[in-house]
């Protein structure tokens, strides 16, 4: 799954997601449905020219995932910036997810 956000593909990334999900990205508001979390995705991807994450740890107990990764953005002016995160998600039996959240500090890429 962080392989296709780091291909910046909104539409292979909404895919996880069941139709009523629920995402909440860093302190902003709760994005609902798979719809509208691939829109919230493909807009914030269009502000980036690249992203990686490169993952320090990943725990599942059950359907309860934590991912902590140093993620690098790559800005549209070419420079990098380079922050910790942790993801935490839960996914249904069918695999897909219901609850995803990101604590992230983005203030560094818009600075």
């Known amino acids: 799954m962080f392989a296709v956000v780091d291909r910046l593909d909104a539409d292979a990334f909404a895919d996880y997601y ?3 999900a629920v995402l909440r990205f860093g302190n902003a508001e709760a994005v609902h449905g798979r719809a509208a979390i691939r829109d919230t ?3 914030f ?3 980036l ?3 990686r994450h490169d ?4 725990f599942h107990v059950d359907d309860t995932h934590l991912c902590e990764a140093h993620v690098t953005y790559t800005r549209k002016d070419g ?3 380079t922050v910790p995160a942790i993801s935490v998600f839960h996914t249904r039996s069918d695999g897909l997810i219901d609850s995803y959240r990101i604590y992230v500090d983005l203030a560094p890429l818009y600075a």
């Open 79 to 81: 420079s990098l910036v």
């Open 49 to 51: 020219d690249g992203l």
């Open 41 to 43: 995705y493909a807009d």
């Open 18 to 20: 069941a139709e009523d």
């Open 55 to 58: 993952m320090q740890h990943y």
């Open 45 to 47: 991807f269009a502000a």
